[in-house]
């Protein structure tokens, strides 16, 4: 199970997510450009010293990102406000990899048309969407209880 981030643009909601990877032994991936340089003290600071124990891969560009994981072979599961499908009722595989766009843009139509699922985390009408760092716990949370009760 790995994080993907599209074009992050806020340096603490990353650093925030590299945090949860470290902690939960899930590999990240950061699809460039940033809106932040890697040595942006806020980024560090919401990484504190666990960004020295995530498996970061940097990606030049979405299709770098998209070659690397043609390669792999991996599923690519887009976490998106604009999804039907439950992303409690999705049924999750350790190889996927949870897609989140940027803050400020989302992603591209190319990567809309990329994903192998679109998923939302349902909230309460008439307000926009999470945090990103925020559904990203929340995804991870779900597709690894999945993965470890596999009967669910």
């Not at 950061?30 to 890697?38: N, S």
């Not at 949870?98 to 909230?123: C, K, M, N």
Request: glycine share 6%.
């Amino acid at each position: 199970m790995q994080i993907a981030l599209f074009q992050p643009d806020i340096a603490q909601n990353t650093g925030t997510i590299l945090r949860l990877c470290a902690c939960l032994g899930m590999a990240a991936h950061i699809i460039e450009p940033a809106g932040f340089p890697v040595s942006d003290r806020l980024f560090r600071r919401a990484g504190m010293d666990y960004l020295d124990h995530v498996r970061l891969t940097r990606h030049d560009s979405w299709a770098k990102f998209e070659d690397w994981r043609a390669g792999q072979g991996c599923r690519l599961l887009l976490f998106t406000t604009k999804a039907a499908t439950d992303y409690r009722d999705f049924h999750y595989q350790s190889s996927d990899i949870l897609l989140f766009g940027r803050e400020s843009a989302g992603v591209t139509d190319a990567v809309v048309e990329a994903a192998d699922a679109h998923l939302v985390i349902p909230i309460k009408a008439g307000l926009r969407s999470l945090n990103v760092a925020m559904t990203a716990a929340m995804a991870a949370g779900e597709a690894l209880r999945q993965i470890r009760n596999p009967q669910v």
